[in-house]
């Protein structure tokens, strides 16, 4: 059975920062594409970035790019999500996800590409 489970959400001061961990059983993380989307109250749930499963590729959103860091330690089975200098439109819940999907090139985007899902984090950054 496959669990994703991440953690380290919390409360932060817009500039200030966090890292996201996403811990994985039932899979391995290098031979998955993982993928991190966000949804805030009242919005569709939206792609932040993914590293490909291959070679560490990344892939953020425009809205994320030069912020946000994502990582994968394979020894741990774990990938992370380093958020700098978070804004106040950066709250809503962060989910991982991973998708076996496999596109040269890119990670996949779409919510509907990913197979298997955590339950989310809480991040909200007060203005």
């Known amino acids: 059975q496959v669990q994703l489970v991440e953690s380290g959400g919390g409360l932060v001061q817009a500039g200030g920062s966090l890292r996201l961990s996403c811990t994985a059983s039932g899979l391995t993380v290098s031979s998955y594409t993982m993928g991190w989307f966000r949804q805030a109250p009242g919005k569709e749930r939206e792609f932040v970035g993914g590293i490909y499963w291959i070679a560490d590729g990344t892939f953020y959103a425009d809205s994320v790019k030069g912020r946000f860091t994502i990582s994968r330690d394979n020894a741990k089975n774990t990938v992370y999500l380093q958020m700098n200098s978070l804004k106040s439109e950066d709250t809503a819940v962060y989910y991982c996800?991973?998708?076996?999907?496999?596109?040269?090139?890119?990670?996949?985007?779409?919510?509907?590409?990913?197979?298997?899902w955590g339950q989310g984090t809480q991040v909200t950054v007060s203005s």
């Open positions: 996800a991973a998708t076996g999907r496999r596109r040269m090139g890119g990670v996949p985007r779409l919510a509907t590409e990913y197979d298997y």
